[in-house]
């Protein structure tokens, strides 16, 4: 996953020059707590949050939002932003741009793209809505537990199989057997039925692991009658 499936995108911006009152309203109309500072061209040049306004965001009494407003319609947003800002393309790993998070101590870091111009903004509620939505998708059923279960039910599924086919050779010389493994056979391959239904992909991944049981199987078949059979012959 990339940072361009994992960011919201077209994100609320601001221009380096308004005034840090149209800021303030910004960050409390739409609900949000952080803010890519941009120039006239798009691109990013600092990031500004409720915590660099510090006390200017709380609930403030009529009489103090007047004072307070007055004197923050004469200050432009580039004179309290953070110009250092961390920032991410849009096509860095997810995984690479959680760690920058993680050891940067931010809530949130804006997407760029290869011209430096805003694209998104990645913040912690996005990953966790990304973390929700995969748990849901995986189950509570789903876990590395009963993952790994299937895949032994799928392995002990693909050597009956070739044992089965062993059975029906029985009476033939195994020296007239196939060397390789029939793909043939692997058609009728099938595994435990799931709920919720497995996808198409999960199946296919099982199937997969089934069908290379079953080769490594026939294999070990053909080799120990073919010893058995040597054995005969030579009279041991």
């Known amino acids: 996953m990339i ?5 919201t995108r077209n994100p609320r911006t601001i221009r380096r020059t308004a005034p840090v009152s149209a800021a303030i309203d910004a960050l409390q109309s739409i609900d949000i707590r952080h803010l890519p500072v941009v120039d006239e061209g798009n691109n990013l040049v600092g990031m500004l949050s409720d915590r660099d ?3 200017l965001t709380r609930t403030l009494t009529e009489h103090e939002f ?3 407003l007055a004197r923050l319609s004469r200050s432009r947003v580039e004179e309290v932003m953070s110009s250092d800002v961390i920032s991410v393309e849009d096509k860095a790993d997810a995984r690479d741009v959680i760690g920058t998070m993680l050891e940067q101590h931010v809530g949130a870091v804006p997407v760029v793209d290869s011209d430096g111009s805003v ?3 990645i913040s912690y509620v996005d990953v966790l ?4 939505g995969e748990l849901d998708r995986i189950g509570p059923q789903d876990t590395v537990q009963a993952a790994s279960d299937r895949l032994r039910e799928a392995h002990v ?3 009956k199989w070739a044992e089965h086919k062993a059975a029906a050779l029985e009476g033939t010389s195994p020296r007239d ?3 390789d493994w029939d793909d043939s056979w692997s058609e009728s391959l099938s ?3 799931r709920s919720p239904p497995l996808t198409p992909d999960e199946l296919e991944e099982l199937l997969e692991h089934a069908r290379e049981a079953a080769r490594r199987r026939w294999a070990e078949i053909v080799e120990e009658e073919r010893s058995v059979q040597e054995s005969t012959e030579s009279g041991w």
């Open 191 to 193: 595994v435990t039925p």
């Open 119 to 121: 694209v998104g903004i």
């Open 157 to 159: 599924v693909g050597r």
């Open 66 to 68: 007047e004072h307070v």
């Open 3 to 7: 940072a361009a499936e994992l960011m």
């Open 129 to 132: 809505r990304k973390l929700a």
């Open 177 to 179: 057997w196939p060397n």
């Open 53 to 55: 306004l510090g006390s």
